[in-house]
């Protein structure tokens, strides 16, 4: 079987567990390849799917529908590197300014059309006020937590020679997301991955593929995966907590959202969840940096934090949650981000601002959860003036 063949048969089945829905933010959806469209040649397509497996097809279009009706519909083009941005090369143009995102659904924005995107703005934004040659690659996939992102870049991320590699963490589900058990919790079965753990304060990785270290030799982002992927040891077993408890095994349904467990007095596996989610984002930041790039970092909060009438739904669903912060969670990531220097834009002040200006209006779905596009355009406005403010960009 070619190599082309191989990838195609991987993307095949990755297209098929996303239909059956193993990605809740997916919708089932017909994807159809994009005529004027080239996969990008090399070997990234093959890597990226055998050691992620959840990923786009790269050349191809589908039609995203809200999960709450009428909320949007929206067409979503795919790139040659399966990204929700234009069509990119890895080698960087001469007198191009590169900025690499990184993160999930959000900086994704398959919501709304890619010209109303943040990233997509912020390129033009930056462009225009700046002068300079600017560009933003979107490195962002849906339902990936720093723990795959930490990965993606390792594989893929780092070839595109950025300047800055800016880190989104959506605080509403990353630290969440990068424990496994919590994970587990709230699929109801561990999801077929690589995931870390920490030994001793040390990230470990589990379930990885295993790659030739004398592929990039001179990259230190990628000698740090073949390392990590030599020293891993055998999977340890499922240990979901205990709450919330599953009132339903068909359909799979539990008393409460996991991730509501970031408002509630903490247990060892939110303990263990912020720990290894603070270990992923300083070894991002070292991989970046050993590769030749600045870092910072966005965080983007849950929209509880920012519509108050959100959060008052959500007390009246659940009210066990009277007397938690809907800030909290927010919070605590700048302190984290600030004991290490990192460079950090909390997005919540700014968005709770413009807010209280535009008091009729939304910046996320209320149903969907993600931003819309007041959210995109606020956010990439705030970004432009921070990265210039921050001397981030020329």
Known sequence: MTTRARFFLILFGVALALVVGLVVLRSTRQEITLASCEIAPGDWAEMVTSLLGDYAIPCTQFDLNSRSPGEFVNRVELNNYGLHDTMLKLEK?????????????????????????????????????????????NLSVDAYGTDRELLLYSILGWRFQADLVLLAIYVGNDIQDNEIDLETRRYGYRLERPFFTLDNGALRLYGSPIYSPDLYPDSPAYRWLTEMQTQQGETPSENPPAVPRVVSDSPYTLEYPVELGLYLPEDAHWSNAWALTEALIVQVRDLAQEQGSRFAVVIIPDRRAVHTEDWAETLQQYPFLQGADPLAPVTRMEHVLASHDIPALNLVWTLRAWLSSNPDERLYYGGDGHFNSNGHAVTARRLSGWLRAEGLVP
């Open 93 to 137: 143009p001469a007198g191009i300014y590169r900025i690499l995102i990184v993160g999930d659904s959000f900086p994704q924005g398959w919501q709304v059309p890619l010209e109303q995107g943040f990233p997509y703005l912020l390129e033009q934004q930056l462009s225009r006020e700046s002068g300079a040659q600017i560009e933003v690659v």
